[in-house]
């Protein structure tokens, strides 16, 4: 039988920025309830080694992170659920989510933190050397690649960036780009093309990860031009072909961009439903780090607050 309950305050996603929020709005007894949906713990759960979170002097474990932060959510007074959100009613008050469970909530103001993946090549031996050489995320994994040869693949502004955040740890950066001009903005472009240490492989796929005991140790390219075959050798692959934020389930209610990603006030994370804020990776295409996205999640939580506080 399904049930039907109401919450002040429900956060969707229990990520850095969804457990962030239930931190703060716990703290301000608002008894929040998270939605933990598919993946709880977020995009941190697939990554191994963090150095880049502040507060740990050692290098912790992404999964672990996760685990506490979900620990001293709860600690403080969160409740965990662990469904998926399939629709929000934002058209009337209190809103009105629906569980894939059956299960329905209406909340009085509505956290949406339900993040993005990283796109992947699809390809089995990039799925075999995930973490061993294979990362989406430059900025979280390029400094275990100092002084190595790395690629970077894909021709959009998150690949340029990558590629040149690379540049100054690796010894060199190959950009891998399946046509023979760049969809980055032209700035950016101009800086990775005049980088003495990046090369661009244009016209090219990846057939294949290539790879041993040790990890990544090259590509297998494929032309796109009728060229052969090429191999290259590299200790670390950088996809960078988008994201997709996790956001399906928002749309027509809150509005998106054209790449799906929720659109908040400038500075703030107010949406454009009053009384449904939006933090982290499902609004932010340029930050995607976790301290960014916790960052956020304070915010959405401080804002949703307030929000309450006028209602009352
Ligand atoms: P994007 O703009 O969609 O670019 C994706 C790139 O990956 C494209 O060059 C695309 O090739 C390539 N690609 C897609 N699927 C592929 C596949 N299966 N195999 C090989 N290559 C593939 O994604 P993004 O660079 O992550 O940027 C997303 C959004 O965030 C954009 O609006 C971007 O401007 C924004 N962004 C802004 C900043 C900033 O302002 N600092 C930084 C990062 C991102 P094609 O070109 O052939 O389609």
Known sequence: MSNSTHEKVVIIGAGAAGLTAAIYTARANLSPVILAGLQPGGQMTITTDVENYPGFADVIQGPWLMT??????????????????????????????????????????????????????????????????????????????????????????????EALYLAN?????????????????????????????????????????????????????????????????????????????????????LDLDDEGYILAETGGTRTSVDGVFAAGDCVDKIYRQAVTAAGMGCMAALDAERWLGEQA
């Open 68 to 161: 506490e932060m979900q620990q001293q959510a709860e600690n403080v007074g969160a409740r965990v659920v662990y469904d998926i959100v399939t629709a929000l009613d934002a058209s009337i008050r209190p809103f009105r989510l629906t569980l894939d469970s059956g299960d329905e909530i209406t909340a009085d103001a509505v956290i949406v933190a339900t993040g993005a993946q990283a796109r992947w090549l699809g390809l089995e031996s990039e799925q075999a050397l995930n973490g061993r050489g294979v990362s989406a995320c430059a900025t979280c994994d390029g400094f275990f690649y100092k002084e190595r040869d790395v690629a970077v693949i894909g021709g959009g502004n998150t690949a340029v960036e």
């Open 169 to 253: 740890i690796c010894k060199s950066v190959t950009l891998i780009h399946r046509r023979d001009s760049l969809r980055a903005e032209q700035i950016m472009q101009d800086r990775l093309l005049r980088h003495d240490k990046i090369r661009v492989e244009w016209n090219r796929t990846v057939a294949e990860v290539l790879g041993d005991d040790s990890g990544v140790t090259g590509l297998r390219l494929a032309s796109t031009a009728g060229e052969d075959d090429l191999d290259i050798a590299v200790q670390g692959m950088f996809v960078a072909i988008g994201h997709d934020p996790a956001t399906a389930a928002f749309n027509g209610v």
